[in-house]
C-alpha cells in the first residue's frame, strides 16, 4: 500500500473563483497568473480549471512552450519578458505577450528584425512605487516612444506594493496618481491590478487585470477571514491519515525535543505527513489538522498539533476526538482548513506553503 498522503486540486474550483473574479472586474480581461507551476498546483489542471480564462501569465518560456505543445491556443504573457535577446524568436513564434521593464529590453526588441513588429503586444511596466521592476516616471515615457516607433503594439503596466494594507506606502491611491501622470496622453490599454486590488481597489483595475493568489482560493493577506466574504474556494486539498496512536501518561514529552508535554494521560495520533513533504517544521503547537469521522455521526473535528514537525510524519491531539483511529483520514489543508490558517501559525503565508509543496506528494487532478 501507497503512504497515505494525497494532495487534490479540484478544478472545479479554479471554476468557481475564476467566475468569481469576472462578477468583481467585469469590464476587465484576466490574465490568470499561473507562475511557479501554477503556485504548486500543476500545469495540467490549470488547463483544466482555468480553460476560459482571456490568457496566462507565466514566468518562464518553458512554461509557454509547455501550454502550446498542450494546445493552448489563448494568450500567453512572459510576465518578466525575455532574458536574453536569443529568446525574443522562441518568444515571438509561441506568440507570446511581453512584459518591458528595463533599457536592455528595449534595445533588444528595437534591433528585432525577424517578424512584424506590430503584431507582437508589449506591456511597458512603470515602477510607481514598488522599485522592484519597471522605468521610473522619467524614463517611461521615453521608453514608451521608443517602442511606438519601432512598431509595437504597446500597452501600460504596474503592480501594487500594497493593495493587501491600508497602513503601508506607497498606497494604492498614490501609485496610481503616479501611474496617471507618466501615462497621461500615451493612448494604450492598461493592466494594474494584482489578487488584492481586484478585491479591494476596483477603482484600480485597467483593462487587463492579473489575479494569482486568488484563484487558488487563497489570501493575499495572508489572512483567511479576509476573504470569506469573497466567496472563494481552496483548490489544493492535503490529506493524509493517522498512522499510529500513542497513548501518553501525564508527563510524557512528545518528538525531537520533547517540546510538548503531555498535561494529562492523552492519545496522540501520528499523521503520515512532514516537512519533506512540505508541511512546515517551524508550525507551533495549536496549528489545525481536521480529523474525519471523528465523533459520533461522522463528523469531522479540528484537533491541533502538538510537537515538532518532523521529516516524515507529525503528532496531533486526539482528546476531542475519541473515535479517532488508525486510518482515520485528516486533512492538513483544503476546505476545512485554509492554508492561511496553517501559514499564520508557522510564521508564513499561504503562497510558500502551497508553492513548496514536495514533488514526492502525490497529485490527483480532480473534476
Same mark, same amino acid.
Given at each position: 500500500?501507497?503512504?497515505? +498522503?494525497?494532495? =487534490?486540486?479540484? %478544478?472545479?474550483?479554479?471554476?468557481?473563483?475564476? /467566475?468569481?473574479?469576472?462578477?468583481?472586474?467585469?469590464?476587465?480581461k484576466i490574465w490568470s497568473v499561473v507562475k511557479a507551476k501554477a503556485y504548486g498546483h500543476s500545469l495540467e489542471a490549470i488547463l483544466?480549471? *482555468?480553460?476560459? %480564462?482571456?490568457?496566462?501569465?507565466?514566468?518562464?518560456?518553458?512554461?509557454?512552450?509547455?501550454? &502550446?505543445?498542450?494546445?493552448?491556443?489563448? &494568450? +500567453?504573457?512572459?510576465?518578466?519578458?525575455?532574458?536574453?535577446?536569443?529568446?525574443?524568436?522562441?518568444?515571438?513564434?509561441?506568440?507570446?505577450? *511581453?512584459?518591458?521593464?528595463?533599457?536592455?529590453? !528595449?534595445?533588444?526588441?528595437?534591433?528585432?528584425?525577424?517578424?512584424?513588429?506590430?503584431? +507582437?503586444?508589449?506591456? *511597458?511596466?512603470?515602477?510607481?512605487?514598488?522599485? &522592484?521592476?519597471?522605468?521610473?516616471?522619467?524614463?517611461?515615457? @521615453?521608453?514608451?516612444?521608443?517602442?511606438?516607433?519601432?512598431?509595437?503594439?504597446?500597452?501600460?503596466? =504596474?503592480?501594487?506594493?500594497?493593495?493587501?494594507?491600508?497602513? &503601508?506606502?506607497?498606497?494604492?491611491?498614490?501609485?496610481?496618481?503616479?501611474?496617471?501622470?507618466? =501615462?497621461?496622453?500615451?493612448?494604450?490599454? /492598461?493592466?494594474?491590478?494584482?489578487?488584492?486590488?481586484i478585491l479591494w481597489h476596483r477603482n484600480a483595475l485597467g483593462d487587463w487585470i492579473r489575479p494569482g493568489i486568488m484563484l487558488y482560493?487563497?489570501?493575499?493577506?495572508?489572512?483567511?477571514?479576509?476573504?470569506?466574504?469573497?466567496?472563494?474556494?481552496? !483548490?489544493?486539498?492535503?490529506?493524509?491519515?493517522?498512522?499510529?496512536?500513542?497513548?501518553?501518561?501525564?508527563?510524557?514529552?512528545?518528538?525531537?525535543?520533547?517540546?510538548?508535554?503531555?498535561?494529562?494521560?492523552?492519545? $496522540?495520533?501520528? $499523521?503520515?505527513?512532514?516537512?519533506?513533504?512540505?508541511?512546515?517544521?517551524?508550525?507551533?503547537?495549536? %496549528?489545525?489538522?481536521?480529523?474525519?469521522?471523528?465523533?459520533?455521526?461522522?463528523?469531522?473535528?479540528?484537533?491541533?498539533?502538538?510537537?515538532? !514537525?518532523?521529516?516524515?510524519?507529525? %503528532? +496531533?491531539?486526539?482528546? @476531542?476526538?475519541?473515535?479517532?483511529?488508525?486510518? /482515520?483520514?485528516?486533512?492538513?489543508?483544503?476546505?476545512?482548513?485554509? !492554508?492561511?490558517?496553517?501559514?499564520?501559525?508557522?510564521?508564513?503565508?499561504?503562497?510558500?506553503? $502551497?508553492?513548496?509543496?514536495?514533488?514526492?506528494v502525490p497529485v490527483m487532478i480532480q473534476q
Amino acid at each position: 500500500m501507497n503512504r497515505p +498522503i494525497l494532495a =487534490t486540486i479540484h %478544478t472545479e474550483a479554479f471554476r468557481h473563483n475564476l /467566475s468569481r473574479i469576472r462578477e468583481l472586474a467585469p469590464a476587465s480581461k484576466i490574465w490568470s497568473v499561473v507562475k511557479a507551476k501554477a503556485y504548486g498546483h500543476s500545469l495540467e489542471a490549470i488547463l483544466q480549471g *482555468l480553460e476560459s %480564462t482571456d490568457g496566462f501569465a507565466v514566468l518562464d518560456i518553458a512554461d509557454a512552450q509547455w501550454l &502550446r505543445d498542450h494546445a493552448w491556443n489563448g &494568450r +500567453i504573457l512572459l510576465l518578466e519578458g525575455i532574458f536574453s535577446l536569443a529568446e525574443l524568436d522562441l518568444a515571438v513564434q509561441l506568440k507570446c505577450d *511581453l512584459v518591458v521593464h528595463c533599457a536592455q529590453q !528595449v534595445e533588444w526588441l528595437e534591433s528585432y528584425q525577424h517578424h512584424s513588429k506590430h503584431q +507582437i503586444n508589449l506591456f *511597458l511596466k512603470l515602477n510607481s512605487g514598488m522599485n &522592484r521592476l519597471g522605468f521610473k516616471p522619467d524614463l517611461y515615457r @521615453t521608453a514608451f516612444h521608443r517602442l511606438h516607433a519601432a512598431g509595437y503594439h504597446l500597452h501600460h503596466m =504596474t503592480h501594487f506594493a500594497n493593495a493587501d494594507r491600508v497602513d &503601508r506606502s506607497p498606497s494604492v491611491g498614490e501609485q496610481l496618481e503616479c501611474f496617471e501622470k507618466a =501615462t497621461e496622453g500615451l493612448e494604450a490599454p /492598461s493592466s494594474l491590478a494584482n489578487s488584492a486590488a481586484i478585491l479591494w481597489h476596483r477603482n484600480a483595475l485597467g483593462d487587463w487585470i492579473r489575479p494569482g493568489i486568488m484563484l487558488y482560493g487563497v489570501s493575499p493577506t495572508g489572512v483567511h477571514a479576509d476573504i470569506v466574504r469573497s466567496e472563494l474556494q481552496a !483548490v489544493m486539498q492535503l490529506r493524509s491519515e493517522i498512522i499510529d496512536i500513542q497513548e501518553l501518561k501525564k508527563g510524557d514529552h512528545v518528538g525531537y525535543g520533547g517540546r510538548y508535554q503531555a498535561p494529562e494521560d492523552m492519545r $496522540i495520533g501520528v $499523521i503520515a505527513c512532514g516537512y519533506a513533504d512540505g508541511y512546515p517544521r517551524h508550525a507551533e503547537d495549536g %496549528t489545525p489538522v481536521w480529523v474525519d469521522a471523528a465523533k459520533a455521526g461522522g463528523e469531522g473535528i479540528i484537533c491541533p498539533l502538538v510537537g515538532q !514537525v518532523s521529516m516524515d510524519m507529525l %503528532t +496531533i491531539d486526539l482528546r @476531542t476526538a475519541p473515535n479517532a483511529k488508525i486510518g /482515520s483520514i485528516v486533512e492538513l489543508w483544503g476546505g476545512e482548513v485554509p !492554508v492561511d490558517d496553517v501559514a499564520q501559525m508557522s510564521g508564513t503565508i499561504g503562497y510558500e506553503l $502551497i508553492c513548496a509543496l514536495a514533488k514526492r506528494v502525490p497529485v490527483m487532478i480532480q473534476q
